[in-house]
């Protein structure tokens, strides 16, 4: 079946990708949107990038290219304007980048490059780990943060016609799905198919990378509204957890290693002397979510949400660790909210602070409960 591989809405106007068909919704009076023009490829769409300040609109296909078109003042024309061959296969991610006039992009064929977005010439290409999934860019410093299948980030600086390598962020047990750049904290969250995001915290210049646990399905978009410091993700259940990131987050601790648990002293199953010597019955290892100490089942029996380190669903702690958390600490951080479909892309456009989702199901879903949780901005 096809799928909906891209969606993206500008301020009253919608824009859609679907199999074959590039589709421009207009937002009419009373809010619902309405077929305006629509353009038919001849290879299917994969991924798509618009600018609104100059109505270029970037379309990846599954052939490698991406075909460039401009949209009428009125959005009710689309002109193709440059075709880039781009990749080898499918193009996964596309980004145009105006204050550079680059046109970033990566495909299955596990290369990231850069193109001129007025000549359409190649000016670069670096080879990935694994296909690309996620890709943003920092304008001010030139740093491209490149999030992989192997669940890792690479940030590399760009230059004109060549790139370096900076470092890569791992962290994720699943593949990399989403990521989502906040330039005025300098903040790169990512989403993995491991359930996870984290938020990697690169203004701080301390290495602080925070976990956010929210959702029981793997992770397929992120959006950050910058104004009221709300990150919205979304799930393949269907689920919008909105995170409020005005808060001050702290790091989940390290797991300790113990041969006996850290509370009461017994052994645990595989140090045979000790339960030789004490005569004690080896127990199974456990950690507690918030000092990270390691402990036996009986001493971390309780649980408890620790939202400000990104727990909002209940986790194992210890007994001690259970009792210093108050009720004020256990105040949610996030609010969920169902879309009632597996969203596949969403995006938010927040001049009008809107909220739009694509499923599975190939329904674009306005998600009304965010919107009104979210505030416009003033
Ligand atoms: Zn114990
Ligand atoms: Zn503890």
Not at 34 to 43: A, D, E, K, N
């Amino acid at each position: 079946g096809w799928f909906l591989p891209g969606l993206l809405a500008c301020s009253a106007k919608g824009c859609l990708l679907s199999a074959q068909t590039v589709r421009v919704w207009l937002k009419r009076d009373g809010g619902q949107y309405w077929p305006s023009v629509f353009h038919t490829m001849t290879v299917p769409c994969s991924c798509m990038s618009f600018n609104p300040e100059t109505r270029r609109l970037s379309v990846g296909t599954d052939a490698g290219t991406i075909c460039e078109f401009i949209l009428s003042e009125d959005y009710n024309k689309m002109t193709p304007a440059l075709t880039y061959q781009a990749h080898q296969g499918r193009v996964t991610v596309v980004l145009l980048v105006l204050e550079m006039e680059w046109l970033l992009s990566a495909g299955q064929d596990r290369s990231f490059s850069w193109h001129c977005s007025e000549s359409g010439q190649p000016l670069g290409t670096h080879r990935t780990a694994a296909w690309v999934s996620g890709l943003q860019f920092d304008v001010e410093t030139r740093h491209a943060f490149v999030g992989d299948q192997s669940g890792q980030v690479t940030i590399l600086k760009l230059e004109q016609d060549s790139c370096s390598l900076v470092t890569t962020f791992k962290g994720h047990t699943g593949h990399v799905t989403a990521l989502c750049w906040d330039p005025g904290q300098r903040v790169l969250f990512s989403g993995s198919s491991d359930r996870s995001i984290i938020m990697w915290d690169i203004g701080g210049r301390k290495g602080t990378a925070i976990e956010l646990q929210g959702h029981h399905e793997k992770v397929q978009g992120l959006c950050y509204a910058s104004h009221t410091r709300q990150l919205i993700s979304c799930s393949a259940d269907g689920s919008i957890v909105v995170w409020n990131m005005d808060v001050t987050r702290q790091e989940t601790p390290e797991w300790l290693d113990s041969d006996s648990c850290q509370k009461c002293e017994q052994p645990f199953f595989w140090n045979f002397k000790q339960m030789w010597d004490s005569k004690k019955i080896g127990l199974r290892q456990h950690h507690c979510r918030k000092c990270g100490r390691a402990v036996c089942g009986k001493c971390s029996s309780r649980r408890s949400t620790i939202p400000l380190m990104g727990f909002e669903f209940e986790v194992r702690v210890c007994d001690g660790c259970h009792e210093s958390i108050s009720d004020e600490d256990r105040a949610p951080t996030a609010t969920f909210h169902d879309s009632k479909h597996s969203v596949v892309y969403m995006h938010y456009e927040p001049t009008s602070g809107t909220l739009l989702t694509s499923g599975a199901d190939k329904v674009i879903k306005p998600v009304l409960p965010v919107v009104t949780f979210l505030t416009p901005p003033a």
